[in-house]
């Protein structure tokens, strides 16, 4: 059964629970005055770490009833694991966020703002930062003819020159339009999910967000970065993922950061 609030959470648990605690408890002052309800996916972990997860969660007791954890019974991946998490909440916005982020405070109600003040913004998407502040690269533009030949070509003076066509796009101070955006952590408007459709599973690890704010911009509505809601990403700190991933085809240096 559904639960219904004004805001879903969901979190990927795949062998983290130390991130997870770390990510949710940041969460909670933000959460606080908010009708939220949070669902922990665990990816099939199998080593522990849910049963971890859920000894934490019954310790701390305002959280007892506004978390959920899910044991997937296979590892869908994290387009699979938030499918099951938006799936089991009922919400007119979800925020999809990774266990090696934590946010700062305010961040959340910055986005909702946002949201709510980008009436077609179907994806609203914080600042990415490392711990001492450095702005990561989170925002980007889709692959062309002309960005597949710069990044062969590698030279600084064609960046240069053709700077509107290489993916990273530049860091801005406001807020702005994007084509797609990291998901280590976004605000997704439920109209926009009905009409985009779920994530595709098709995509393991890695490219699903460029994928979905593709559909999501097809389907009439916009991506919208905002600087102001700010979120650190422990880049790295998801070691047991891309243990996962090694056999995968590596992507480019700029996604593996923002996506790690």
């Not at 605690?21 to 996916?41: G, K, Q, S």
């Not at 860091?171 to 779920?198: I, Y």
């Amino acid at each position: 059964m559904k639960q219904s609030c004004a805001l879903g959470v969901v979190v990927i648990n795949y062998k983290s629970a130390g991130l997870i605690r770390d990510c949710v408890a940041a969460l909670a002052p933000d959460l606080e005055a908010l009708d939220a309800r949070v669902a922990i996916v665990d990816n099939f972990s199998n080593d522990g770490s849910a049963e971890e997860v859920e000894r934490w969660l019954a310790g701390v007791e305002p959280w007892k009833r506004r978390v959920h954890l899910i044991r997937s019974k296979t590892n869908s991946g994290f387009s699979g694991g938030n499918n099951q998490g938006m799936a089991a909440l009922d919400a007119p916005f979800y925020l999809l966020i990774n266990s090696d982020a934590v946010v700062r405070p305010g961040a959340v109600a910055r986005l909702l703002d946002t949201a709510a003040e980008e009436k077609d913004a179907g994806i609203a998407a914080p600042r990415l930062e490392d711990p001492d502040g450095t702005a990561q690269i989170s925002c980007f533009r889709f692959h062309s003819p002309l960005s597949e030949f710069l990044s062969a070509a590698q030279t600084g003076p064609l960046d240069a020159l053709f700077r509107f066509a290489v993916v990273p796009a530049p860091l801005s101070e406001a807020r702005c339009e994007a084509q797609w955006v990291s998901f280590a952590c976004v605000l997704l408007r439920r109209e926009a999910l009905a009409a985009a459709g779920s994530m595709d599973e098709g995509y393991f690890m890695y490219f699903e967000d460029a994928d979905y704010c593709a559909r999501v911009r097809r389907a009439g509505f916009r991506v919208v970065y905002e600087p102001t809601a700010r979120v650190v990403h422990l880049r790295g700190g998801t070691a047991p993922v891309k243990a996962l991933m090694k056999a995968k085809k590596r992507p480019p240096d700029y996604y593996y950061a923002a996506r790690t």
